[in-house]
């Protein structure tokens, strides 16, 4: 075997390696999906239980938690090899790097904390608002490492589904959050400043992620959205969203808004879930075929598919053709068609690289710059003291003063607070 069939035949090997390695992740993102649609949908039954001081809820709310520990069991179940020790060097947990691997340190720490903050719950000794952010910090890093792994796919269609569905999944959190929100407001029959303020955060925020979730979906899974945000489910919920919103107070003849506003936002959001199940369908089968696609027969075979008699031919004309002029025995062993299709084979390998190459690189700086808006974002409220919708709106506005674009006046943030507040 030469040399340039082993190295073919190493790389074909290591992307199918790779490629097994990012279907497991896949598994990973699938089960991690199950589990925040059931703490999403416990969060929104606790936060009605405790708003209206256990007189209602109660029953929904036990069998949410049910839901969720089903889930969660079978979430730690698909992470257990990821803790067991390494076997002959071999890590148990596939292409996770540092990051990924610290976020599922955090989700499984998280995980552990679950059991005593529903008892807590169910003694009601957490007030609603402690219990949202509780919830909304496990959600977090299970969302984490949604992200995490989309940006160590090796794949770029694969990537971009990731890409498309951790943004999907995480306007999907911001419109459970801000059910949790309304159902507060709603069963205590009236909506603070605070509040209001935090749904139109939750609402900008979803806006946010779906348009991202829109670039890189598929026409199809976009057809599907545009749809989901017409017809009469979604003019209900608009019209409960505004009333929330304003500073109106709720009239005394709505009957249990609180629970009308719930099963509206729980429509909605089974709605997403749905969708949300079909971008992982897409994403396993696509898995499946890219594996398919990189069986051996895509390098290896097409090498021993040329006759035997062509890898003896270019020696034998080299020994019959000495007299030859050089330029002449280059010519012809670059044209005769063993070496014409290896230089093809490796041609083509190159070129499907560098394409692999760019559109990784696209994607993973679409994810670099929206880590930096976010740093720039929470940078904004924590110095200047601004919700999350006024910090992005005076960066949006600063970008469009400045005729830059987002990601530059982000940057310029940092670096401002980075040079007088080096710990910020």
């Given at each position: 075997m030469t040399a340039t069939r082993r190295l073919l035949q190493a790389a074909s090997k290591l992307q199918r390696e790779q490629l097994a390695a990012l279907s497991a992740t896949v598994a990973v993102v699938s089960d991690i999906s199950r589990c925040v649609h059931a703490l999403q949908r416990e969060r929104g039954s606790s936060i009605i239980y405790l708003g209206s001081g256990g007189s209602r809820f109660g029953a929904q709310r036990d069998q949410r938690v049910a839901d969720s520990e089903l889930a969660q069991a079978t979430l730690e179940q698909r992470l257990a090899p990821w803790t067991a020790p390494e076997t002959d060097g071999a890590l148990p947990h596939g292409l996770a790097d540092v990051r990924m691997l610290l976020?599922?340190?955090?989700?499984?720490?998280?995980?552990?904390?679950?059991?005593?903050?529903?008892?807590?719950?169910?003694?009601?000794?957490?007030?609603?608002?402690?219990?949202?952010?509780?919830?909304?910090?496990?959600?977090?890093?299970?969302?984490q490492v949604i992200f995490e792994a989309a940006d160590t796919a090796s794949d770029p269609d694969i990537m971009r589904r990731l890409v498309s569905l951790f943004h999907f999944i995480q306007g999907k959190e911001l419109a459970g959050q801000e059910r949790a929100c309304g159902a507060l407001g709603f069963t205590l029959a009236h909506f603070d400043a605070p509040h209001r303020d935090t749904m139109a955060t939750l609402i900008g925020s979803q806006h946010r992620c779906f348009a991202t979730f829109a670039e890189f979906t598929s026409p199809d899974s976009l057809a599907r959205w545009q749809q989901l945000q017409s017809g009469p489910l979604h003019d209900t919920f608009e019209a409960l969203r505004e009333l929330a919103c304003s500073d109106t107070p709720l009239a005394r003849t709505l009957d249990n808004p609180g629970e009308q506003w719930y099963a509206v936002a729980t429509q909605r959001i089974d709605a997403m879930h749905e969708e949300?199940?079909?971008?992982?369908?897409?994403?396993?089968?696509?898995?499946?075929?890219?594996?398919?696609?990189?069986?051996?027969?895509?390098?290896?075979?097409?090498?021993?598919?040329?006759?035997?008699?062509?890898?003896?031919?270019?020696?034998?004309?080299?020994?019959t053709q000495?007299?030859?002029?050089?330029?002449?025995?280059?010519?012809?062993?670059?044209?005769?068609?063993?070496?014409?299709?290896?230089?093809?084979?490796?041609?083509?390998?190159?070129?499907?690289?560098?394409?692999?190459g760019d559109e990784l690189e696209s994607t993973r700086q679409a994810l670099r710059e929206r880590r930096e808006i976010e740093r720039a974002k929470g940078l904004l409220m924590t110095h200047q003291q601004l919700s999350e919708a006024q910090a992005?709106?005076?960066?949006?506005?600063?970008?469009?003063?400045?005729?830059?674009?987002?990601i530059e006046v982000a940057r310029n943030v940092i670096q401002v607070v980075e040079m007088f507040d080096p710990q910020g």
């Open positions: 976020s599922v340190a955090a989700v499984w720490q998280d995980l552990d904390t679950l059991p005593d903050l529903r008892q807590r719950i169910a003694t009601q000794q957490l007030s609603a608002d402690d219990t949202l952010r509780a919830f909304n910090q496990v959600i977090g890093h299970l969302l949300e199940t079909r971008l992982l369908d897409a994403l396993r089968a696509c898995c499946h075929q890219r594996l398919q696609q990189a069986e051996p027969t895509d390098t290896a075979a097409r090498l021993d598919a040329l006759p035997e008699a062509l890898l003896w031919a270019s020696p034998v004309a080299l020994f000495q007299q030859a002029p050089t330029g002449a025995l280059t010519l012809d062993t670059i044209e005769s068609r063993f070496n014409r299709s290896l230089v093809e084979l490796v041609q083509a390998q190159n070129a499907r690289l560098q394409r692999i992005y709106r005076l960066l949006r506005k600063t970008a469009m003063d400045q005729s830059k674009p987002l």
